[in-house]
Nanobody
Framework: QVQLVESGGGLVQAGGSLRLSCVAS?????MGWGRQAPGRGREFVAS???????LYADSVKDRFTISRDNADNTVYLQMNNLKPEDTAVYYC??????????????WGQGTKVTVSS
């Protein structure tokens, strides 16, 4: 079982930035983020492997950057040029085995991000 604890959500104006953080209870092959907007299903945002390979959803590519600190089992999501459509609950996630993919095995409780226009 992997426990994940997110932090860093909040309210920001369109065009602004936020940084999300997540700490995992154990080391896992990949860590990442998903999000769920009001009235919509959960969608993949980004993932990063132990070896620093990354995957991004097309909707956030060139605006969001995922990174991880393997020593601390921590993953970050730097979100720049935020848009109102980025408003969602953001969930930290982990994947315990290869390959790096847009799917995860464990999820955190979520942190809310609201982008005002």
């Amino acid at each position: 079982q992997v426990q994940l604890v997110e932090s860093g959500g909040g309210l920001v104006q369109a065009g602004g930035s936020l940084r999300l953080s997540c700490v995992a209870s154990v080391r896992t092959y990949a860590m990442g983020w998903g999000r769920q907007a009001p009235g919509r299903g959960r969608e993949f945002v980004a993932s990063i492997s132990w070896g620093q390979s990354t995957l991004y959803a097309d909707s956030v590519k060139d605006r969001f950057t995922i990174s991880r600190d393997n020593a601390d089992n921590t993953v970050y999501l730097q979100m720049n040029n935020l848009k109102p459509e980025d408003t969602a609950v953001y969930y930290c996630a982990s994947r315990t085995s290869r390959p790096l993919a847009m799917a995860f095995h464990y999820w955190g409780q979520g942190t809310k991000v609201t982008v005002s226009s």
